[in-house]
Protein backbone atom coordinates (compact mmCIF):
# COMPACT_ATOMS: atom_id res chain seq x y z
CA UNK A 1 0.00 0.00 0.00
CA UNK A 2 1.36 2.80 -0.66
CA UNK A 3 -1.43 5.80 -0.71
CA UNK A 4 -4.20 5.27 1.63
CA UNK A 5 -6.95 7.62 2.27
CA UNK A 6 -8.99 6.95 5.49
CA UNK A 7 -12.49 8.32 6.16
CA UNK A 8 -14.62 9.98 8.49
CA UNK A 9 -16.84 12.89 8.44
CA UNK A 10 -18.88 12.23 11.41
CA UNK A 11 -18.47 14.52 14.51
CA UNK A 12 -15.28 15.42 16.82
CA UNK A 13 -15.38 12.38 18.86
CA UNK A 14 -16.56 9.97 16.07
CA UNK A 15 -12.84 11.74 14.36
CA UNK A 16 -10.81 11.03 17.79
CA UNK A 17 -12.27 6.89 18.12
CA UNK A 18 -10.77 6.66 14.50
CA UNK A 19 -7.25 6.97 15.22
CA UNK A 20 -6.43 3.96 16.80
CA UNK A 21 -7.31 2.80 13.34
CA UNK A 22 -5.46 5.12 11.80
CA UNK A 23 -2.28 4.56 14.04
CA UNK A 24 -2.75 0.66 12.98
CA UNK A 25 -2.19 1.45 9.83
CA UNK A 26 1.21 3.72 10.03
CA UNK A 27 2.16 0.66 12.46
CA UNK A 28 1.79 -1.62 9.45
CA UNK A 29 2.72 0.33 6.68
CA UNK A 30 5.27 2.91 7.84
CA UNK A 31 6.13 4.01 4.34
CA UNK A 32 2.62 4.52 3.18
CA UNK A 33 0.98 8.35 2.49
CA UNK A 34 -2.04 8.51 4.91
CA UNK A 35 -4.57 11.35 4.30
CA UNK A 36 -7.20 11.23 6.88
CA UNK A 37 -10.70 13.27 5.34
CA UNK A 38 -12.57 14.58 8.59
CA UNK A 39 -15.35 17.46 8.31
CA UNK A 40 -15.22 20.85 8.20
CA UNK A 41 -13.28 22.56 11.47
CA UNK A 42 -11.85 19.36 12.44
CA UNK A 43 -8.59 19.55 10.60
CA UNK A 44 -6.31 21.41 12.58
CA UNK A 45 -6.80 19.05 16.01
CA UNK A 46 -4.70 16.26 13.87
CA UNK A 47 -2.38 18.28 11.80
CA UNK A 48 0.35 17.28 14.01
CA UNK A 49 -0.22 13.42 14.19
CA UNK A 50 2.88 11.61 12.89
CA UNK A 51 0.52 8.91 11.63
CA UNK A 52 -1.36 11.00 9.15
CA UNK A 53 0.80 13.19 6.54
CA UNK A 54 -2.17 15.30 5.59
CA UNK A 55 -5.49 16.27 6.90
CA UNK A 56 -8.26 17.26 3.93
CA UNK A 57 -11.83 19.10 5.20
CA UNK A 58 -14.85 17.79 3.81
CA UNK A 59 -17.79 20.32 4.40
CA UNK A 60 -20.81 17.86 3.65
CA UNK A 61 -23.62 20.56 4.34
CA UNK A 62 -22.84 23.09 2.14
CA UNK A 63 -21.57 20.44 -0.88
CA UNK A 64 -25.35 20.79 -2.48
CA UNK A 65 -24.97 20.06 -6.10
CA UNK A 66 -26.33 16.93 -5.78
CA UNK A 67 -24.29 13.78 -8.14
CA UNK A 68 -22.35 16.57 -9.90
CA UNK A 69 -20.95 17.58 -6.90
CA UNK A 70 -20.15 14.54 -5.67
CA UNK A 71 -18.60 13.54 -8.71
CA UNK A 72 -16.31 16.90 -8.70
CA UNK A 73 -15.12 16.14 -5.41
CA UNK A 74 -14.26 12.52 -6.36
CA UNK A 75 -12.38 13.53 -9.43
CA UNK A 76 -10.48 15.22 -6.55
CA UNK A 77 -9.80 12.08 -4.52
CA UNK A 78 -9.21 10.00 -8.28
CA UNK A 79 -5.93 12.44 -8.84
CA UNK A 80 -4.66 11.15 -5.30
CA UNK A 81 -4.30 7.74 -7.03
CA UNK A 82 -4.97 6.32 -3.25
CA UNK A 83 -4.52 2.00 -3.28
CA UNK A 84 -6.79 1.73 -0.32
CA UNK A 85 -10.23 3.65 0.78
CA UNK A 86 -11.71 3.20 4.44
CA UNK A 87 -14.46 4.71 5.27
CA UNK A 88 -15.78 4.79 8.71
CA UNK A 89 -18.56 6.85 7.57
CA UNK A 90 -21.75 4.44 6.33
CA UNK A 91 -23.60 6.94 4.68
CA UNK A 92 -24.54 6.17 0.99
CA UNK A 93 -22.95 9.66 -0.10
CA UNK A 94 -19.73 8.09 1.53
CA UNK A 95 -19.87 5.36 -0.43
CA UNK A 96 -20.15 6.63 -3.56
CA UNK A 97 -17.23 9.08 -2.58
CA UNK A 98 -15.22 5.74 -1.95
CA UNK A 99 -16.83 4.01 -5.34
CA UNK A 100 -15.87 7.20 -7.20
CA UNK A 101 -12.39 7.90 -5.71
CA UNK A 102 -10.42 5.19 -8.19
CA UNK A 103 -9.10 3.53 -5.40
CA UNK A 104 -8.26 -0.38 -5.75
CA UNK A 105 -9.43 -1.52 -2.91
CA UNK A 106 -12.42 0.48 -0.83
CA UNK A 107 -13.12 -1.14 2.76
CA UNK A 108 -16.86 -0.26 4.53
CA UNK A 109 -19.18 -1.65 6.84
CA UNK A 110 -21.20 -4.46 5.58
CA UNK A 111 -24.29 -1.87 6.01
CA UNK A 112 -26.76 -0.28 5.10
CA UNK A 113 -27.57 -2.57 2.34
CA UNK A 114 -26.08 -0.20 -0.21
CA UNK A 115 -22.94 -0.73 0.86
CA UNK A 116 -22.14 -3.92 -1.55
CA UNK A 117 -22.19 -1.04 -4.69
CA UNK A 118 -19.25 0.94 -2.94
CA UNK A 119 -16.99 -1.19 -1.03
CA UNK A 120 -14.41 -3.94 -2.41
CA UNK A 121 -14.45 -5.30 1.31
CA UNK A 122 -17.27 -5.25 3.99
CA UNK A 123 -16.98 -6.13 7.89
CA UNK A 124 -19.96 -6.68 10.03
CA UNK A 125 -19.88 -3.50 12.45
CA UNK A 126 -20.88 -5.34 15.15
CA UNK A 127 -22.69 -2.61 16.85
CA UNK A 128 -23.99 -1.82 19.51
CA UNK A 129 -21.60 -5.37 20.88
CA UNK A 130 -18.10 -4.07 21.03
CA UNK A 131 -17.19 -0.21 21.83
CA UNK A 132 -17.08 1.71 18.72
CA UNK A 133 -13.10 1.52 18.82
CA UNK A 134 -13.36 -2.31 18.07
CA UNK A 135 -15.76 -1.78 16.13
CA UNK A 136 -13.49 0.99 14.14
CA UNK A 137 -10.44 -1.60 14.26
CA UNK A 138 -12.84 -4.05 12.23
CA UNK A 139 -12.13 -2.16 9.30
CA UNK A 140 -8.93 -3.17 9.47
CA UNK A 141 -9.85 -6.95 9.79
CA UNK A 142 -9.49 -7.58 5.48
CA UNK A 143 -6.09 -6.40 5.37
CA UNK A 144 -4.58 -8.84 8.71
CA UNK A 145 -3.01 -5.46 10.13
CA UNK A 146 -1.43 -6.09 13.58
CA UNK A 147 -3.01 -3.19 15.77
CA UNK A 148 -1.17 -0.73 16.98
CA UNK A 149 -3.62 -0.25 20.33
CA UNK A 150 -7.11 0.37 21.23
CA UNK A 151 -5.99 4.48 22.36
CA UNK A 152 -6.35 7.67 20.72
CA UNK A 153 -2.74 9.15 20.69
CA UNK A 154 -2.85 12.82 20.07
CA UNK A 155 -0.36 15.30 18.87
CA UNK A 156 0.03 18.67 19.47
CA UNK A 157 2.11 21.38 18.06
CA UNK A 158 5.12 23.31 19.85
CA UNK A 159 3.38 26.86 19.76
CA UNK A 160 -0.25 24.87 20.75
CA UNK A 161 1.55 23.62 23.65
CA UNK A 162 3.19 26.80 24.47
CA UNK A 163 -0.12 28.75 24.39
CA UNK A 164 -1.80 26.67 26.79
CA UNK A 165 1.29 26.71 29.08
CA UNK A 166 1.36 30.41 28.83
CA UNK A 167 -2.60 30.96 29.96
CA UNK A 168 -1.78 28.16 32.92
CA UNK A 169 1.24 30.36 34.17
CA UNK A 170 -0.75 33.37 33.80
CA UNK A 171 -3.74 32.17 35.71
CA UNK A 172 -1.79 30.09 38.41
CA UNK A 173 1.64 30.60 38.10
CA UNK A 174 2.28 26.94 36.91
CA UNK A 175 1.93 25.03 33.67
CA UNK A 176 0.62 22.41 35.58
CA UNK A 177 -1.26 24.03 38.56
CA UNK A 178 -2.79 20.21 40.25
CA UNK A 179 -5.84 20.00 41.34
CA UNK A 180 -7.80 21.60 38.50
CA UNK A 181 -10.88 20.49 37.39
CA UNK A 182 -12.01 21.16 33.25
CA UNK A 183 -15.42 21.22 32.74
CA UNK A 184 -17.32 21.33 29.32
CA UNK A 185 -20.99 22.36 29.23
CA UNK A 186 -22.13 22.09 25.76
CA UNK A 187 -23.07 19.21 23.71
CA UNK A 188 -24.09 19.62 20.55
CA UNK A 189 -27.85 17.63 20.89
CA UNK A 190 -29.49 19.96 23.96
CA UNK A 191 -31.39 16.71 25.18
CA UNK A 192 -27.35 16.01 26.60
CA UNK A 193 -26.70 19.23 28.31
CA UNK A 194 -26.74 18.46 32.19
CA UNK A 195 -28.14 21.67 33.76
CA UNK A 196 -26.12 25.09 33.84
CA UNK A 197 -27.39 24.67 37.75
CA UNK A 198 -25.72 21.49 38.27
CA UNK A 199 -22.04 22.01 36.96
CA UNK A 200 -22.25 25.60 38.51
CA UNK A 201 -22.62 23.73 41.76
CA UNK A 202 -19.93 21.35 41.23
CA UNK A 203 -17.69 23.74 40.17
CA UNK A 204 -18.26 25.82 43.36
CA UNK A 205 -18.15 22.67 45.22
CA UNK A 206 -14.49 22.17 43.94
CA UNK A 207 -13.74 25.74 44.30
CA UNK A 208 -14.92 25.71 48.04
CA UNK A 209 -12.59 22.58 48.44
CA UNK A 210 -9.44 24.28 47.77
CA UNK A 211 -9.52 23.46 43.85
CA UNK A 212 -9.30 25.00 40.77
CA UNK A 213 -11.80 24.98 37.48
CA UNK A 214 -11.35 25.54 33.70
CA UNK A 215 -14.39 26.22 31.79
CA UNK A 216 -14.48 25.11 28.29
CA UNK A 217 -17.03 26.58 26.11
CA UNK A 218 -17.16 27.77 21.99
CA UNK A 219 -19.52 29.23 19.74
CA UNK A 220 -22.89 31.37 20.65
CA UNK A 221 -25.09 29.44 22.18
CA UNK A 222 -22.20 27.25 24.47
CA UNK A 223 -21.15 31.00 25.73
CA UNK A 224 -24.57 31.96 26.74
CA UNK A 225 -24.70 28.20 28.66
CA UNK A 226 -20.89 29.17 30.14
CA UNK A 227 -22.11 33.02 31.04
CA UNK A 228 -25.19 31.04 32.68
CA UNK A 229 -22.46 28.79 34.45
CA UNK A 230 -20.57 31.15 35.36
CA UNK A 231 -22.58 33.73 37.35
CA UNK A 232 -24.22 30.83 38.81
CA UNK A 233 -20.79 29.89 40.54
CA UNK A 234 -19.96 33.44 41.22
CA UNK A 235 -23.17 33.43 43.74
CA UNK A 236 -22.49 30.29 45.08
CA UNK A 237 -18.45 30.96 46.35
CA UNK A 238 -17.98 32.04 49.89
CA UNK A 239 -14.69 33.70 49.53
CA UNK A 240 -12.56 35.67 46.65
CA UNK A 241 -9.71 33.03 47.43
CA UNK A 242 -12.18 30.30 45.42
CA UNK A 243 -13.66 33.00 42.98
CA UNK A 244 -9.73 33.14 41.66
CA UNK A 245 -9.98 30.24 41.31
CA UNK A 246 -12.42 30.03 38.19
CA UNK A 247 -10.37 30.12 34.85
CA UNK A 248 -13.55 30.81 32.42
CA UNK A 249 -11.69 29.48 28.89
CA UNK A 250 -15.21 30.23 26.86
CA UNK A 251 -14.17 31.37 23.33
CA UNK A 252 -10.32 31.86 24.29
CA UNK A 253 -9.20 28.36 22.94
CA UNK A 254 -8.53 26.85 19.35
CA UNK A 255 -9.53 23.30 18.75
CA UNK A 256 -5.78 22.13 19.17
CA UNK A 257 -5.62 23.98 22.34
CA UNK A 258 -8.18 22.87 24.05
CA UNK A 259 -7.08 19.05 23.27
CA UNK A 260 -3.32 19.90 24.28
CA UNK A 261 -5.19 21.48 28.02
CA UNK A 262 -6.91 18.46 28.34
CA UNK A 263 -3.50 16.84 29.58
CA UNK A 264 -2.88 19.63 31.81
CA UNK A 265 -6.35 19.15 34.07
CA UNK A 266 -6.46 17.02 37.50
CA UNK A 267 -9.60 15.23 36.08
CA UNK A 268 -12.77 16.38 33.71
CA UNK A 269 -16.60 16.70 33.97
CA UNK A 270 -18.75 17.07 31.34
CA UNK A 271 -21.29 15.50 29.06
CA UNK A 272 -21.28 13.17 25.90
CA UNK A 273 -19.80 14.91 23.68
CA UNK A 274 -16.52 15.54 21.91
CA UNK A 275 -14.85 17.06 24.56
CA UNK A 276 -15.24 13.76 26.65
CA UNK A 277 -12.98 11.90 23.97
CA UNK A 278 -10.25 14.66 23.70
CA UNK A 279 -10.28 14.44 27.86
CA UNK A 280 -9.97 10.73 27.31
CA UNK A 281 -7.53 10.35 24.64
CA UNK A 282 -4.94 12.37 26.93
CA UNK A 283 -5.80 10.10 29.65
CA UNK A 284 -7.38 12.69 31.92
CA UNK A 285 -9.84 10.59 34.33
CA UNK A 286 -13.39 12.10 33.51
CA UNK A 287 -16.78 11.76 34.79
CA UNK A 288 -18.94 11.81 31.98
CA UNK A 289 -22.95 12.79 32.32
CA UNK A 290 -25.34 10.32 30.47
CA UNK A 291 -28.51 10.77 29.84
CA UNK A 292 -30.78 10.11 26.81
CA UNK A 293 -27.35 7.67 25.07
CA UNK A 294 -26.13 5.40 27.62
CA UNK A 295 -22.76 3.44 27.70
CA UNK A 296 -23.58 0.29 26.06
CA UNK A 297 -23.49 2.18 22.37
CA UNK A 298 -19.88 2.10 22.64
CA UNK A 299 -19.06 5.51 22.25
CA UNK A 300 -18.22 6.33 26.06
CA UNK A 301 -14.84 6.20 27.79
CA UNK A 302 -13.59 3.11 29.28
CA UNK A 303 -10.32 4.70 31.43
CA UNK A 304 -10.12 2.50 34.79
CA UNK A 305 -10.32 5.46 36.50
CA UNK A 306 -13.30 7.13 34.30
CA UNK A 307 -16.84 7.24 35.61
CA UNK A 308 -20.13 7.26 33.57
CA UNK A 309 -22.67 8.08 35.26
CA UNK A 310 -26.94 7.59 34.14
CA UNK A 311 -29.95 6.81 35.81
CA UNK A 312 -31.74 3.24 35.32
CA UNK A 313 -34.97 4.91 33.67
CA UNK A 314 -36.71 2.63 31.15
CA UNK A 315 -36.44 4.93 28.28
CA UNK A 316 -33.06 5.65 27.89
CA UNK A 317 -31.69 5.17 25.49
CA UNK A 318 -34.09 7.28 23.64
CA UNK A 319 -31.61 7.34 20.64
CA UNK A 320 -28.43 7.06 18.97
CA UNK A 321 -27.52 10.37 19.21
CA UNK A 322 -29.50 12.25 21.71
CA UNK A 323 -32.34 14.65 20.82
CA UNK A 324 -33.29 18.69 20.75
CA UNK A 325 -35.62 18.21 23.70
CA UNK A 326 -37.26 14.94 25.68
CA UNK A 327 -39.11 12.85 23.62
CA UNK A 328 -41.56 12.34 26.74
CA UNK A 329 -41.52 15.81 27.47
CA UNK A 330 -40.04 15.04 31.20
CA UNK A 331 -35.96 15.13 30.76
CA UNK A 332 -36.15 12.69 33.81
CA UNK A 333 -32.65 11.06 32.65
CA UNK A 334 -30.95 14.65 33.00
CA UNK A 335 -33.31 16.10 35.76
CA UNK A 336 -33.01 13.46 38.29
CA UNK A 337 -29.30 13.31 37.63
CA UNK A 338 -28.41 15.42 41.30
CA UNK A 339 -25.19 16.96 42.22
CA UNK A 340 -25.09 15.03 44.72
CA UNK A 341 -24.82 11.81 43.31
CA UNK A 342 -22.03 13.48 41.04
CA UNK A 343 -19.73 15.21 43.45
CA UNK A 344 -18.30 11.76 45.07
CA UNK A 345 -16.54 10.92 42.19
CA UNK A 346 -15.56 14.54 40.91
CA UNK A 347 -13.71 14.88 44.41
CA UNK A 348 -12.45 11.42 44.54
CA UNK A 349 -10.35 12.27 41.41
CA UNK A 350 -9.76 15.81 41.99
CA UNK A 351 -8.33 15.58 45.05
CA UNK A 352 -6.22 12.18 44.44
CA UNK A 353 -3.14 12.09 46.30
Not at 243 to 264: H, I, K, V, Y
Not at 267 to 291: K, W
Request: one cysteine or more; glycine letters at 10%; hydrophobic letters at 40%.
Amino acid sequence: MKKIAVWNTAFLGDAVLTLPLIQSLRLNYPDAVIHYHVRTGLGSLFAAHPAINEVFEFHKFTLDKGISGLRAYARVLEKQKYDLFISAHSSMRTGLIARLSGAGRRIGYDSPWHSRLWYTDRVDRMFPKIHEINRLLQLAGPLNLKVFSNRPEMYFAAETVERVETLLLKKFGSARPGNLLGMHIGAHWPSKRWSPENFAEIAARALDAGGKVALFAAGKEESEISARVSGLIGQNLSGSEARAGLFDLTNMLSLPELGAFMGRLTTFLGNDSGPMHLASAAGTPVTIIFGPTVESLGFAPFGADDSILGLDLPCRPCGLHGHKSCPLAHHRCMKDLHPDLVWPHVREKLFRQ
